[in-house]
């Protein structure tokens, strides 16, 4: 039986071995390693790629979070609004900061932050809002942002899972104060590596992020501010460089996957494929359906060699490591529901055709059963 794989980078590794190779070997010899031209060059391409003025290479997604929540002075004492489904990084960025993540509630049918919940969170001690564009839709940004507006508040979108999305017609990363991406292998955009970046419009805020990724330095050896150490270096920005070129090309296969199996679910009884609503596009960095049994289905598929993933199996607010913030089980009914059922099932750029449609006809089995 042949292993059908959740993620691989294989096929892709094996097509663009050359250009990595050579590029790596530029890079090396190039007599700059961290911070250079490469860096700067995937900084301004990405940016504007995503439509925002901006961009600072750091090392990872939780980073970019965490400096972009230090840039706007979120700290101790301080809440931040997020969701409970989402990986952890987003929660831990905001405890780096010594901020208090509040957790939203989310809607059903999207998975998404449920904004009509936003208000009644809301306190003197709120500074900033992150929504989680998860497994590849944006959130409803218009209602996040006209709330925040409203009562005086930043966003930081988590660009993590969804580089390129857009809602009206804007790319994520544009829309909050500032944004954080991640470029960790499987992503949408993904490095042979770690490495994230930080976007964003505002030209203070950019000079204060970019300061806090070098220990808060203007010039050298002479801190400003207290800072960090976060530096994306020349050997993944070279890489994603070159990933760049096929990045829209790589996620029209995934939306084709996604499309396939939709196709192939749709009538299975037991089986709630992802809605895309209808202002927005999805990039499909996790394809998750709500299913019945869902346990026994995982098990059924992993009998045949599918490999899945629950996408997240413990919302945030349950886990041991987060019971000093106090919330109780059934604090967030429409998050814990919806963990007992989401799989998501493999999907990446290259994976085959032929491989979708055994998963498709392995899920039509189970249910047929
Ligand atoms: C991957 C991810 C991050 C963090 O990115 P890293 O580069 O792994 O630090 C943050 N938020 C979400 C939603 C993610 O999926």
């Not at 990405?46 to 706007?72: E, H, M, P, R, W």
């Not at 004492?77 to 905001?94: C, L, R, W, Y």
Request: hydrophobic letters at 40%.
């Amino acid at each position: 039986m042949r292993k059908i794989c959740f993620w691989s980078y294989s096929d892709e590794y094996s097509r663009l071995r050359e250009r990595i190779l050579s590029s790596i070997g530029n890079a090396l010899g190039s007599g700059r390693l961290i911070l250079g031209p490469r860096v700067e060059e995937f900084e301004r391409r990405f940016s504007d790629y995503c439509g925002v003025q901006f961009g600072i290479g750091v090392n990872s997604g939780t980073d970019a979070l965490f400096l972009a929540l230090k840039a706007l002075g979120v700290g101790i004492g301080d809440e931040v609004i997020t969701v409970s489904n989402t990986a952890v990084p987003t929660v831990a960025a905001i405890r780096a900061a010594g901020a208090t993540p509040v957790f939203a509630d989310v809607e059903e049918d999207t998975f998404l932050m449920d904004a009509s919940k936003l208000e009644g969170l809301i306190s003197e001690k709120t500074k900033c809002i992150i929504p989680v564009h998860l497994f590849g839709q944006p959130a409803d940004m218009d209602e996040i942002l006209q709330i925040s507006k409203i009562c005086n508040i930043s966003v930081i979108e988590d660009c993590a899972q969804a580089v390129g999305a857009q809602h009206k017609g804007k790319k994520v990363g544009s829309f909050g104060a500032l944004a954080g991406v991640s470029f960790y292998p499987t992503k949408i955009l993904g490095g042979y590596g770690d490495g994230g970046m930080i976007l964003t419009n505002d030209k203070a805020l950019y000079e204060r992020a970019k300061m806090l990724r070098f220990y808060g330095m203007k010039d050298e050896y002479c801190s400003e501010i207290e800072g960090y150490n976060s530096r994306l270096d020349e050997i993944q920005a070279a890489i994603l460089l070159l990933k760049m070129d096929e990045l829209d090309a790589q996620a029209a296969k995934r939306q084709r996957i996604a499309e396939k199996y939709s196709t192939g679910l749709s009538g299975v009884e037991g089986v709630k494929t992802p809605m895309t609503k209808t202002d927005r596009t999805h990039r499909f960095y996790a394809y998750t359906i709500c299913a019945e049994r869902r346990d026994a289905l995982k098990e059924y598929l992993a009998e045949r060699a599918i490999e899945t993933k629950i996408y997240y199996p413990v919302p945030i607010h349950l886990m041991k490591a987060y019971e000093f913030l106090g919330y109780q089980k059934g604090g967030l009914p429409a998050t814990e529901k919806l963990s007992e059922r989401i799989l998501s099932l493999p999907l990446y750029p290259g994976m085959p055709e032929d491989d979708v449609e055994i998963v498709i006809e392995s899920i039509r089995e189970f249910y047929l059963k």
